[in-house]
């Protein structure tokens, strides 16, 4: 199997890969390993001593939950016990709090993190708003879970679908179809359709460009693009590299339970 960068996003922490050599079930896999079970940290308990807002507690809470965290996976991991959880272990819990009493919007970048590897991923993202005279003042347990426990859990999105190869002849409405396509596949030049081929990959319209001109056809490949996006926790690096790591344990533990029956 080869794996082929098509094209990063940095400021959004997405990228597009190219499978050669793989298949559906394959992509499939890894797709379901990022949204269920490479872990990350999230707000899981909340202790409020002020929270004067229009947010009731439960809602306030709820916010605090669903804010990605940063994520440092060479310093965290699961609990192994409730124990662990209860006790607050530094290697599967953080500590954080937020506490303000200014009039305005409370935004993430106040809450202090015990750990500064790992604070809220959008410091400008809105908390509550407090009137004047208002407080707020929570303390927050974060833990380390997975998306198949709680979406908030989950540190991003994986999709993929079969390549597409996209191939132009004589069309006879260039102009037609240049001012129907909304995603940049094609560009007029001329009289004639040039093609975008970054554009081609990330488009889901081929099929309905080949039902407008008989000179578009399109065709089927056996590369697979699979597409990783991040909601900030973690890198969309550390996200394909984690899911390679715990498939490749399942398939450790799957071999000795085979050998020992």
């Keep these: 199997m080869k794996c082929r960068k098509i094209k990063e996003e940095r400021k959004k922490n997405k990228v597009l890969l190219m499978l050669e050599g793989s298949d559906e079930v394959f992509a499939n896999t890894i797709r379901r390993l990022i949204l269920e079970e490479v872990p990350t940290l999230a707000v899981e308990e909340v202790e409020i001593k002020d929270n004067d807002s229009a947010l009731y507690d439960e809602m306030l809470a709820l916010r605090l939950g669903l804010i990605p965290i940063k994520t440092d996976l060479s310093s965290y991991r699961l609990p192994q016990s409730?124990?662990?959880?209860?006790?607050?272990?530094?290697?599967?819990?953080?500590?954080?709090?937020?506490?303000?009493?200014q009039k305005g919007l409370v935004y993430a970048e106040e809450a202090e993190s015990a750990d500064s590897k790992c604070t809220f991923a959008y410091p400008k993202m809105p908390v509550v708003k407090l009137l004047s005279k208002q407080k707020l003042d929570v303390t927050m347990t974060a833990v380390m879970g997975q998306g198949k426990v709680h979406t908030k859990w989950s540190p991003g999105y994986a999709h993929y679908k079969k390549e597409l190869l996209l191939k132009v002849g004589k069309i006879f409405e260039a102009e037609k179809i240049a001012q129907a396509c909304p995603d940049g596949v094609f560009t007029l030049k001329g009289n004639?359709?040039?093609?975008?081929?970054?554009?081609?990959?990330?488009?889901?319209?081929?099929?309905?460009?080949?039902?407008?001109?008989?000179?578009?056809?399109?065709?089927?490949?056996?590369?697979?693009?699979?597409?990783?996006?991040?909601?900030?926790?973690?890198?969309?690096?550390?996200?394909?590299?984690?899911?390679?790591?715990?498939?490749?344990?399942?398939?450790?533990?799957?071999?000795?339970?085979?050998?020992?029956n």
């Design 82 to 101: 409730p124990q662990e959880v209860e006790e607050k272990s530094a290697s599967c819990t953080l500590q954080l709090k937020l506490k303000s009493s």
């Design 192 to 260: 004639k359709l040039e093609v975008n081929q970054e554009k081609v990959y990330e488009s889901n319209l081929l099929e309905q460009y080949a039902e407008m001109d008989k000179g578009i056809t399109i065709d089927y490949t056996d590369n697979i693009l699979i597409t990783v996006e991040s909601w900030g926790q973690l890198s969309w690096r550390e996200m394909l590299t984690a899911s390679a790591e715990i498939l490749s344990d399942k398939a450790e533990q799957l071999e000795k339970l085979i050998y020992s």
